[in-house]
C-alpha cells in the first residue's frame, strides 16, 4: 500500500518570503514522487518530479523540491513567493514497482495564500 | 493551455437527464483517465483506460458510463445522477508503457458539473 501525508491544510506566507509546503510519504518500494498545483477552476498543472539521482529536483516556475529518503519526505520549496503561487498544491506518489497504470495516490492538498 | 481539452466547462443537468462530458489528447498517451473531485480535496481516481481498454473501475456506480472509442477519446456518459454527483469531473492521459511509467499525468481543466 502506499500512502501521501500533507500535515498542513493551509500555508501562509508573506511575499518575497521563501514557502515550504510539507509531504511525506509512504511506499513499499521506491517512489516516484509528484507535485501539482491547481488554481481556482483549473485543473491540476505538473510542477516536478522526482525519479532518481539528484535529491533536489527544480521544477516549474521557479520551485524545487528535495527528496529525503532517511525522512520519507518530499518537501516543496521556493526561494521567494510571489501572490500568483497562491494556489492549492497536492504531493503525489506512485510505487516505482507497480505496473498498474492507476497506483498514483494523492495526498489531501495544501492551500498556499501569499500577503501581500 | 492545457493539451488536455475537456468539454463543457460547465454542465447543469437534473436528476433524470442524459449527457455526455468528453476529453481529448493528441499526445500520443495510451492511458487515459477520469477523476472526481470535490472542492478543495485531492481527485479520486474512477475509470482507467488503457489501450483504449478498460482497465481500472473503482468501484463507480453505473450511472458513470465511459467509452473510450479511440486512443484520443475518452467520453464519460452520465443518467440519472443524484445531488451529490456535482463535482468538477477531470480527464488526464499519461505515457504507459515500461521506463516511461514515470512520467506525470496531464490533466485537463474539467467540467463542472451541477446537478439539480
Known amino acids: 500500500a502506499q500512502s501521501v501525508a500533507q500535515p498542513e491544510d493551509q500555508v501562509n506566507v508573506a511575499e518575497g518570503n521563501p514557502l515550504t509546503v510539507k509531504c511525506t510519504y509512504s511506499v513499499s518500494g521506491n517512489p516516484y514522487l509528484f507535485w501539482y498545483v491547481q488554481y481556482p477552476n483549473r485543473g491540476l498543472q505538473f510542477l516536478l518530479k522526482y525519479i532518481t539521482g539528484d535529491n533536489l529536483v527544480k521544477g516549474s516556475y521557479g520551485f524545487e523540491a528535495e527528496f529525503n529518503k532517511s525522512q520519507t519526505s518530499f518537501h516543496l520549496k521556493k526561494p521567494s513567493a510571489l501572490v500568483s503561487d497562491s494556489a492549492l498544491y497536492f504531493c503525489a506518489v506512485r510505487d516505482r514497482s507497480t505496473g498498474s497504470a492507476r497506483q498514483l495516490t494523492f495526498g489531501s492538498g495544501t492551500q498556499l495564500t501569499v500577503l501581500p | ?116
Open chain 2, 1 to 116: 493551455d492545457t493539451e488536455v481539452t475537456q468539454t463543457p466547462k460547465h454542465l447543469v443537468m437534473g436528476m433524470t437527464n442524459k449527457k455526455s462530458l468528453k476529453c481529448e489528447q493528441h499526445m500520443g498517451h495510451r492511458a487515459m483517465y477520469w477523476y472526481k473531485q470535490k472542492a478543495k480535496k485531492p481527485p479520486e481516481l474512477m475509470f482507467v483506460y488503457s489501450y483504449e481498454k478498460l482497465s481500472i473501475n473503482e468501484s463507480v456506480p453505473s450511472r458513470f458510463s465511459p467509452e473510450c472509442p479511440n486512443s484520443s477519446l475518452l467520453n464519460l456518459h452520465l443518467h440519472a445522477l443524484q445531488p451529490e454527483d456535482s463535482a468538477l469531473y477531470l480527464c488526464a492521459s499519461s505515457q504507459e508503457r515500461g521506463t516511461l511509467r514515470n512520467q506525470p499525468q496531464h490533466f485537463g481543466d474539467g467540467t463542472r458539473l451541477s446537478i439539480l
